[in-house]
């Protein structure tokens, strides 16, 4: 089984990209291509150290929560025939064994004809600075939820039209392009199973969380702002028309 992993990137430190890169070198499962997609500001320096990552570099910034870069890196994946797609954002890491928990999955699934359209893991919250920490996400992120954060969903080709559905995202919806996903796959029935396994390590910038692990938020830098203006002047009618797809937000 052939996996692909799609990484955008946008403005990140070069520690951070390498710290993201070396994440996917260490997986444990051998049949992987990495892609890294530059939003219109490429560290090609950085993504040379890394010779057998594939990289694109998209001639100016879209700044939308890595959704145009990440679909573009999954179409490229698709046409190149991977069988699975895996999602990492450039500041969060996977595990040493996360590729090979999520083959073993479709694999189990297979063998007991039941295939899988996707895949989904657990993940692990850090705080920027406080990578030691282990923190587990609310309730509502495990199986039977409606919500799965993008670095935690894998995708098989049975699933293949939705690989690049991050580039048809509504700007407004981009911020919660996760949920937005997660409510398309849902409205299309995939089949869909768990790992049960911590095997995504997601730093937070979330105000919540900084109050989960006991410490002061800063002034500066959280995210929670993002929010605010979601899906603003977008009526179900339109975002219906953009997406391609019925999909009820209001549900979501």
Not at 182 to 196: N, P
């Amino acid at each position: 089984m052939r996996v692909a992993i799609a990484t955008p990137y946008y403005k990140e430190c070069p520690d951070i990209l390498r710290r993201c890169l070396d994440s996917v070198r260490a997986q444990t499962y051998p049949h992987i291509v990495h892609y890294m997609v530059a939003d219109g500001h490429p560290q090609s320096e950085v993504i040379a150290e890394y010779p057998q990552v594939k990289h694109i570099v998209l001639p100016q910034a879209h700044a939308n929560f890595g959704c145009t870069p990440r679909g573009i890196a999954a179409q490229c994946a698709l046409a190149e025939e991977a069988d699975v797609v895996c999602f990492l954002d450039a500041d969060n890491l996977f595990v040493p064994g996360h590729v090979a928990s999520v083959v073993q999955t479709y694999e189990e699934a297979s063998r007991a004809g039941r295939p899988l359209d996707a895949v989904f893991s657990s993940r692990y919250l850090f705080l920027p600075g406080h990578e030691h920490l282990r923190m587990v996400p609310a309730a509502d992120e495990a199986p039977g939820s409606d919500f799965v954060d993008t670095n935690c969903i894998s995708l098989s080709r049975s699933a293949g039209f939705l690989w690049g559905v991050w580039c048809q995202l509504p700007r407004s919806l981009t911020p919660i392009c996760d949920r937005a996903i997660c409510g398309l796959m849902k409205h299309h029935q995939l089949h869909v199973a768990w790992t049960k396994q911590h095997t995504v390590l997601y730093e937070s910038n979330w105000r919540q969380h900084y109050v989960q692990a006991g410490l002061p938020p800063p002034e500066t830098g959280l995210h929670d702002k993002l929010l605010h203006n979601v899906g603003k002047g977008l009526t179900p009618e339109e975002t219906w028309a953009l997406l391609r797809v019925r999909w009820n937000v209001s549900k979501n």
